[in-house]
């Protein structure tokens, strides 16, 4: 038993060492992990602490007794020297109306303050610092030309970045509405100029200075406008004196050239109003018996009127016509010619219904010498008479049976015929195409001795019912013809008008669309 025992005390005190030993290990490995944690901690939080305190030291020893409302020149009597720049970033909006350009613009200012210089060396090598830009003297240079009247909210500020020399650069951008003389003579082939005008409000030429960031105005970000083409951005320093003081007032006015993409325009504005005019030529084409020349004239200048009204919606109301509502004033003026004209010559092609002769001075200059100036060529009235079906004949001679050497007189109401071989002869009419059979006295020879013929002066009776039917027929018919020819030569003078017309409106309209559309030193 004792044995037993001390066999199992040996190996409780085994098992406890190598326990004890776990521990420890574990207890170590614990150990080394938190003191390496904590190291790392401690020196990431001395580093950082370190770095803040340096930025927090010279902050606090640049702002110490700094007064950002006063001016940091150097010698109070000098000038503080401001160089300023403008950025135009992109063009936002153009409006004709009201004349005002809308810009995106990126400004930079850098001048030099004196109170905010140190040593580098004091502070760990800090050669840079950024400051909050309401904390420091800025300069009150502004947009003289703002059109805005939230000039402040539009504008951007950021922190201002002050070198160890104490030169402060501040950087801010911002949406400016600007005045712009707007000229739009030459609309919409036309070319803006607008200016951007800054200088300090404030300050005059003896207490602030300010220089131009660079010849040139900066666009390497701009953005390409869809409307506009930048032709140019330039910048130009001025000195002014104004009538309030006597001191000069420097300023930069930056000069922004752009010309219009006329495209939009073209197809929306001018090629409907020359399809427009090309229907208002056909007013003098469309026959004047379809009742339709004056309807097609007045639609088309409803129409002409109605792309008038859109222009003028947004185009501002100046003392210069644009270019495109001169073209409309003269396309709608000529429209309107057009549609009185037709009037005109519709009363022309119905004046024939009348029965009214054509004048000779009209026939002649007009079918005459006009015509044949048109290339129109008429049927003559000569032509047409040989290509009527009715067909005037000469005048039949009534001959009656006689013995051979015979002489019978004849004698009508209208005249008197000596007949003689079997003839009888009107002397006194002869435009009547048969004579007329009414004798005073008709014998016929029987066996030599003179007998009454009854059935001959019946049948001459009425030979000449029939010739007076005939004649009265063919007097309608005569009459007929000439009114009939008048009409036509009517319509002729009126078709030679149309024609006319045609041509001369149609080089109006070209002429003029060339000399208006192409007026413009900027033109297509």
Wanted: charged share 20%; hydrophobic share 35%.
């Amino acid at each position: 038993q004792n044995s037993r025992t001390r066999f199992f005390s040996k190996h409780l005190r085994q098992l406890q060492l190598s326990s004890f030993s776990l521990v420890g290990k574990m207890m170590e490995k614990r150990c080394v992990f938190h003191f390496v944690l904590c190291f790392l901690i401690s020196h990431l939080y001395v580093f950082d602490v370190t770095a803040d305190e340096r930025e927090y030291r010279l902050t606090k020893f640049l702002m110490q007794d700094y007064d950002p409302s006063i001016r940091p020149a150097e010698n109070s009597l000098n000038p503080l020297e401001v160089s300023f720049g403008v950025s135009l970033h992109h063009i936002i909006d153009v409006d004709e109306k009201n004349q005002i350009l809308t810009t995106n613009c990126w400004l930079t200012q850098i001048w030099v303050d004196h109170h905010l210089k140190w040593n580098s060396t004091d502070f760990q090598g800090i050669k840079v610092i950024r400051i909050p830009y309401f904390k420091v003297w800025r300069p009150d240079i502004i947009l003289y030309n703002n059109a805005d009247a939230q000039y402040n909210s539009a504008v951007i500020n950021t922190n201002v970045i002050v070198t160890s020399d104490g030169e402060v650069t501040w950087l801010s951008h911002g949406i400016y509405r600007s005045s712009c003389d707007i000229d739009v003579e030459y609309f919409p082939f036309d070319i803006q100029s607008c200016t951007m005008k800054w200088a300090s409000w404030t300050y005059d030429g003896y207490q602030l200075d300010l220089m131009k960031e660079r010849e040139e105005g900066d666009t390497t970000n701009y953005q390409v406008n869809g409307e506009f083409d930048l032709v140019s951005y330039n910048s130009v320093k001025h000195v002014v004196n104004y009538s309030c003081c006597v001191e000069p007032y420097p300023d930069i006015t930056y000069y922004i050239s752009l010309r219009r993409r006329p495209m939009f325009y073209v197809f929306n504005l001018i090629l409907p109003c020359i399809l427009i005019n090309c229907i208002a030529l056909l007013v003098f084409y469309v026959p004047s018996e379809s009742g339709e020349k004056v309807t097609l004239g007045i639609s088309a200048l409803l129409s002409m009127t109605v792309f008038l009204m859109t222009i003028r919606e947004t185009l501002p109301p100046t003392e210069k016509t644009p270019l495109i509502s001169m073209y409309y004033g003269v396309s709608i003026c000529l429209v309107s010619f057009a549609s009185g004209l037709s009037v005109v010559t519709l009363n022309i092609y119905h004046r024939g219904v009348r029965g009214t002769k054509v004048p000779t001075i009209v026939k002649a200059l007009v079918l005459g010498k006009l015509a044949k100036f048109l290339l129109l060529e008429f049927e003559s009235r000569d032509s047409r008479e040989r290509n009527s079906i009715y067909q005037p004949q000469p005048p039949t001679h009534a001959k009656l049976r006689r013995p051979p050497g015979a002489r019978v007189d004849c004698s009508t109401r209208a005249g008197k015929w000596i007949m003689e071989d079997g003839d009888c002869n009107q002397t006194n009419d002869p435009r009547t195409m048969s004579p007329r059979f009414v004798p005073r006295h008709k014998t016929s020879y029987v066996n030599g001795i003179h007998v009454p013929d009854t059935e001959s002066s019946n049948l001459l009776r009425l030979l000449n019912q029939v010739h007076h039917t005939i004649e009265r027929n063919e007097n309608r018919l005569s009459d007929q013809e000439r009114r009939e020819f008048n009409e036509l030569e009517w319509k002729q003078v009126a078709l030679v008008c149309d024609r006319f017309l045609l041509w001369v409106f149609l080089i109006t309209t070209g002429v003029t669309t060339y000399v208006i559309l192409c007026g413009s030193p900027y033109g297509p």
